[in-house]
């Protein structure tokens, strides 16, 4: 289980997380959606504890940080090495070796389609190449958690919406905790985006900009005014 509690980080003069408090329970699919500068991202950043914060409480339980798989909407990839090569640390600095290392790098690049790319240099790699390579990045140790931040907000190319709808389902069937990140408004299919928006399958969260002072955060499935009591 995932707990936030008035959860607040600035940069600088900047607020960009202001009193956030959720609760994502633990083997859920959990959606946070909401405009682009609304704290979406600092929210994952402090969850993976790439930040920490100002003020507030957050807590974690049941999963390690090495234990969360995690897509960000660029990942930042080293331009010379070679697709295969990579995804080999990765799998390396996430504690996989020998026979099982080598089989799951190779799993991993048959699942998302580069097996035949495995000798490209990373910088000679398509936007849907880097794509792809993202996903097996963030699946290589099988994560207990996935995070895939800010779904959406760069344009999708038609192979990974379909990997990323497979995956969803995948994982939701398996109850296996998946968090997701999107604006509201991103250009999605209509099959994934409805899948996301699922209140059965999902639970969709939305969280408003720090200037919308007095609008909190709220279960998108809870038809109540923004201001009412629970």
Known sequence: MI??????????????????NLAIPAGSAFGLLGPNGAGKSTFIKLLLELNMPDSGHLVREGVARQQIGYLPERPAMPIRSRVGEYLTLIGRLSGLGGRRLHSTVEQRLVQVGLRRAAGIRIGACS????????????????????????????????WAEEKLYQLFNYRYNAR?????????????????KSLLLDVGRCTPYEIMAPSYRGLPARNIADKRPRGGKK
């Not at 707990?3 to 956030?20: H, I, N, P, V």
């Not at 097996?136 to 760069?154: E, K, N, S």
């Not at 905790?177 to 250009?187: F, L, Q, S, V």
């Open 127 to 158: 936007k849907g190449m880097l794509q792809r390579l993202g996903l097996a990045v963030a699946l290589i140790a099988d994560p207990p958690l996935l995070v895939l931040d800010d779904l959406g907000t760069q344009s999708a190319t038609p």
């Open 176 to 192: 296996l905790p998946t968090i997701i990140t999107m604006a509201k408004d991103a250009d999605l299919k209509p099959r994934l």
């Open 3 to 20: 707990q936030a509690s008035e959860l607040s980080k600035r940069y600088g003069s900047t607020l960009a997380l202001d009193r956030l």
